[in-house]
């Protein structure tokens, strides 16, 4: 329903209004003073606001000021509603952005005539804006600003018509090849970011020289490019020529403002389908090929193969070890809270696994996660943090407070496991936790199934009353309006996002465009990584429901959890 809020310090006009809007089927609330009607503005969020100019506290000038300032109220259709009306009361009204203006005494029809064109107009520019956003977030989610060029993701859907275009798989081999700009943040840190700058500039119109509509250039890091080609007949032979040539095109002198840098480069490649059967396996192959070839020097290139697998002996040795670790009791389940960011409050935590090492000390998932999902002991391992994590959150709802959530990340392996429903099902059961207080936070990568499968078995989970997150959003290939057709309840904005929002001006687009066509697709939005005020006050302004991090608190272990709930912690974010 559309709501409407009238202030008016005369107690009778107020009065009147009020009746007639409910009479003509709006919801209204009513605030006797301009104080009262900015902070009702702010709670109820109206889709119009009729306001009396000359009001005792705050006139009708300074409500509008002040809602005008504010993120949330800024857009929201303002009338003015006066009893006088000279040019000059006028003109000040409107040039504070007021969309029009009543004089006292005014008929039903005047009123509702200016209501219904306001509410119109409104609806026009909300298209209009969420057209806008949605092309403006496409265009940051898919080039790189500095170059223009496609990024990974976009990347991923070039990849994706080239494998389409070509029907005959037995004869398709696509080589993407990845090339370095060597010791680039280097060079930042000693010439500056504009040195920099023009270095990756100076790549890529060498790189575009060379190139043909055939081939897509992007730029996949800050310091790595990809270069996808169309199908060849004899891909090896050729791309060893090539990469000759792109080095020796590369490996130039750049002139910058006051010398000359030589720039170096390595290059790696893989193919599709031979070394990877998917673009993001085939580009993570081609990046092993780059670091072998940088091991030979500069400017050379390597094709993958599977012998340089770059296994350290590192993740050798903890993929022999983690196998006892689980009978050893050496993981433990860590909790990190989530805020509401309106008030402050914890309301959930997300449940992250650590491995406590007798001899490394704390090892962090980042580190054992792939190697856990690549042997396979993901699946007894995630069973064994699922039920941890049930297990605490039902003792927590139980004693502080009955809507508490508990978010546990499912990996890709583990979505694939054919009895993971089942064992939710009774994990749910064995610990009597509510499935409303679990979320589970799922990636992009569990898509590597097809999207019928992916959609069946999350409508299943669904359907138990669990919550579904999709985690590290921004980071993977997918767009949200794809996305969309899964039940997802709950969006996380990746740190990555979060990362550089004090400063930077796109990564503040970007978050914004994320936060709005997020709740225009009503999903709820939780930020991950929140380090400092700046970025917590800045997510709040932007409506963000949620957030987690340093902040507040890190991931701790259960009993210190608890003690943060007791203490009813709470953040507080200075003006
Ligand atoms: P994630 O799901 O994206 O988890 C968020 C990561 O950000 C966690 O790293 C968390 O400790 C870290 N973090 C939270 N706040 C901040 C902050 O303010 N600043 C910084 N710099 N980092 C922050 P963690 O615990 O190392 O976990 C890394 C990844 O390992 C997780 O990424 C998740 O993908 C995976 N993982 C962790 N626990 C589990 C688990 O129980 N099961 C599965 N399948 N994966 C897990
Ligand atoms: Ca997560
Ligand atoms: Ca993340």
Known sequence: MVKILVIEDEKHVRANLVELLLAEGYEAFDAENGRFGVEKAKQELPDL????????????????????????????????????????????????????????????????????????????????????????????????????????RQMYSRFRDAVANLIDLDLLSLPVLVLSIERLNEINSSL??????????????RLNDLLDQNQTLARVDNDKFAVLFS????????????STIIAETVFKPCQLKDQEVYINTNIGFAFYPEDGDD?????????????????????????????????????????????????????????????????????????LIRWLHPEEGIISPAKFIPIAEDTGLIIPLGDYIFRVSC????????????????????????????????????????????????????????????FSTVSRILSELKMLGIELAIDDFGTGYSSLSYLR?????????????????????????????????????????VAEGVENESEARFLSQQNCDEMQGYLFSRPVPAADFEVLLQSEKTLVLSE
């Not at 200016?114 to 940051?140: G, N, V």
């Not at 050379?300 to 903890?318: A, D, G, V, W």
């Not at 057709?485 to 465009?513: G, N, T, W, Y």
């Open 279 to 351: 673009f993001d396996i085939v580009l993570r192959r081609a990046e092993e090929a780059l670091l072998e070839a940088r091991k030979l020097g500069a400017n050379r290139s390597q094709f993958y193969s599977p012998f340089i697998h770059n296994k350290s002996i590192e993740s050798l040795k903890l993929e022999a070890s983690m196998h006892r670790a689980l009978e050893r009791n050496e993981f433990e389940v860590y909790f990190q809270p989530q805020i509401n960011l309106k008030t402050g409050k914890i309301v959930g935590a997300e449940a």
């Open 231 to 242: 199908s060849l007949p004899q891909p090896k032979d050729f791309m060893e020529e090539f």
């Open 49 to 152: 606001i009729i306001c009396d100019v000359m009001m005792p506290e705050l006139d009708g000038y300074g409500v509008l000021t002040t809602l005008r300032n504010d993120a949330t109220t800024d857009t929201i259709p303002f009338l003015f509603l006066t009893a006088r009306a000279s040019k000059a009361d006028f003109r000040q009204g409107m040039s504070l952005g007021a969309e029009d203006y009543l004089t006292k005494p005014f008929t039903r029809i005047e009123v509702l005539d200016a209501i219904r064109t306001q509410l119109s107009k409104q609806q026009t520019r909300k298209q209009k804006y969420q057209a806008e956003i949605k092309e403006e977030m496409d265009r940051l989610l898919l080039f790189d600003n500095l170059t223009g060029l496609p990024n990974s």
């Open 485 to 525: 057709q899964l039940p997802f309840d709950i969006l996380k904005i990746d740190r990555s996002f979060v990362i550089h929002l004090s400063q930077d001006l796109e990564a503040q687009s970007i978050a914004k465009s994320i936060i709005q066509l997020g709740h225009n697709l009503g999903l709820k939005i």
């Open 192 to 205: 500056g970011q504009e040195a920099s700058d023009t270095i990756v500039r100076t790549v890529v119109e």
């Open 391 to 450: 297990l605490k959150a039902k003792e927590w709802c139980d004693k502080y407070f009955s809507d508490f959530r508990i978010a546990v990340n499912i990996s890709a392996r583990q979505f694939s496991d054919p009895l993971l429903s089942q064992k939710i099902r009774d994990t749910l059961e064995e610990s009597s936790l509510n499935p409303h207080n679990l979320e589970l936070e799922l990636t992009e990568s569990i898509l590597v199934k097809d």
